[in-house]
């Protein structure tokens, strides 16, 4: 991996979290991430599972975890199972873990070969009640590919049909949502490495630039900084193209006079940090578009301070709409009747802004989190407002990623990248 080893501690207290959760003498079951095959003998790099990782810090394919809490063998109630490591796929494949470096990387003790999984296994189901079993309930998920995961969990049910299942993922999806301070420190480091890329091209750009070259200018920066590349697929919308809002060709000539929007940031260590700016391809913002930033910024800025915990994220949408409606009124683009007679379902803002304004963020860029629970600290959220403008040619998004605080404004991982007209200008004119 390029990123630095991070402390096992961070692994133990969360497979501690996850153990407190689980009935009495239940055990749950993680895989690995398949390697996804696109032809002949080529494959996607590998993503390992964020559960997987979450609980054991193992990045590499083919792993198991089981926990069994309640075990009567002490020594079986973390076990990792790994693909067996050997001189020659050292050679071929590169240096796979070894049971040392296992306990190393997870702080379990206890490693098998995958080789000994069914026998252990079975040994370990005759001494349980109850399976959980991982699944991915995000709501936005939307999947076709039968995974690793979906696989075993048929053969689970097959092999075993008299256990009583339950579910791993409500109980994942509240502890992934409140991040460790070791995963907050993770997040401030992608969060940094993006700030590195975006001050890169703020040096790089300029009229006739094509967006796919500022593309290759930032995943330069990311991989030189320990990075695997983006987060996700990255949009780099010059002119009209900003008002598609996942816009990811990046294949067009940036032309003097438009503004392009940006939603791209690094990975670090399978944590993902998420940012938008919007600058001018020739380094001056026009009047309009000055008045329009400005706008989105103030929406940015005030949205960040609903950000504290009890808050509902429903609740807190709202308010961010009352936000932006009072400044599309200020910029023209709404009036008083469009306000008056706008449908309670799908306000009169939504014209111009029509995606939501946060998300939970960590090992997902949109990441585990119950939405119908209030906010706690140290939650990590996006705050990204846009005005979207097709008539004008251009659209502008501002996003951050802050951390929930106790008491106050929440903590702005990303307050040291530029984000000020005044500041874009000037460092895209020095």
Not at 9 to 19: A, D, E, G, W
Not at 208 to 217: D, F, K, L, M, R
Not at 350 to 374: N, R
Request: with cysteine; hydrophobic share 35%; proline share 5%.
């Amino acid at each position: 991996m390029k990123y630095l080893p991070i402390d096992s501690q961070l692994f133990v207290r969360n497979r501690k979290k996850f153990t407190s959760e689980m009935k009495p003498n239940s055990l749950a079951v993680f895989n690995s991430n398949d390697i996804y095959p696109i032809g002949a003998d080529s494959t996607m790099p590998f993503q390992q599972d964020r559960n997987i990782f979450y609980l054991s810090g193992v990045d590499q394919e083919e792993s198991i975890l089981v926990l069994f809490p309640d075990c009567p063998k002490e020594n079986h109630r973390e076990i990792l199972f790994l693909r067996e490591t050997n001189d020659h796929i050292a050679v071929w494949e590169g240096e796979k873990l070894t049971k040392e470096k296992a306990l190393e990387t997870s702080g379990i003790k206890t490693v098998y070969w995958l080789s000994e999984f069914e026998r252990i296994f079975k040994e370990l189901m005759s001494q349980s009640e109850t399976v959980y079993i991982n699944t991915n309930e995000h709501y936005r998920a939307s999947i076709e590919t039968q995974t690793r995961e979906d696989r075993f969990n048929k053969w689970l049910k097959e092999k075993f049909p008299a256990h009583s299942e339950a579910k791993s993922n409500p109980i994942l999806q509240r502890l992934r949502s409140v991040k460790d301070p070791v995963e907050i420190a993770l997040i401030q480091e992608a969060c940094d490495i993006t700030e590195k890329a975006f001050r890169r091209i703020l040096g790089f750009v300029k009229p006739g630039v094509w967006e796919y070259e500022i593309e290759a200018e930032m995943m330069h920066e990311f991989l030189r900084n320990r990075s695997k590349g983006f987060a996700y697929t990255p949009i780099i919308a010059s002119g009209n193209n900003a008002n598609v809002l996942h816009y990811i060709e990046n294949n067009k000539q940036c032309q003097n006079g438009d503004l392009i929007l940006f939603d791209t940031a690094a990975e670090y260590a399978n944590y993902s940090s998420d940012l938008s700016r919007t600058i001018p391809v020739n380094g001056k913002f026009t009047d309009r578009q000055k008045a329009v930033y400005n706008a989105v910024l103030r929406v940015k800025d005030e949205a960040t301070k609903l950000l504290v915990p009890g808050t509902l994220w429903a609740d807190y949408h709202v308010e961010v709409g009352k936000i932006m409606t009072s400044e599309l009124l200020g910029l023209g683009l709404l009036d008083k009747a469009d306000v008056q007679n706008e449908n309670p379902d799908w306000p009169a803002y939504k014209k111009y802004f029509m995606h939501g304004t946060s998300h939970h963020m960590g090992l997902d860029t949109h990441d585990y989190g119950i939405l119908t629970e209030p906010m706690k600290a140290n939650m990590v959220f996006t705050v990204e407002p846009g005005i979207y403008i097709p008539d004008e040619g251009f659209g502008i998004r501002l996003e951050d990623d802050v951390v929930v605080q106790e008491k106050g404004e929440p903590l702005n991982l990303m307050k040291n990248i530029p984000i000020e007209v005044e500041e874009i200008e000037a460092l895209m004119n020095s």
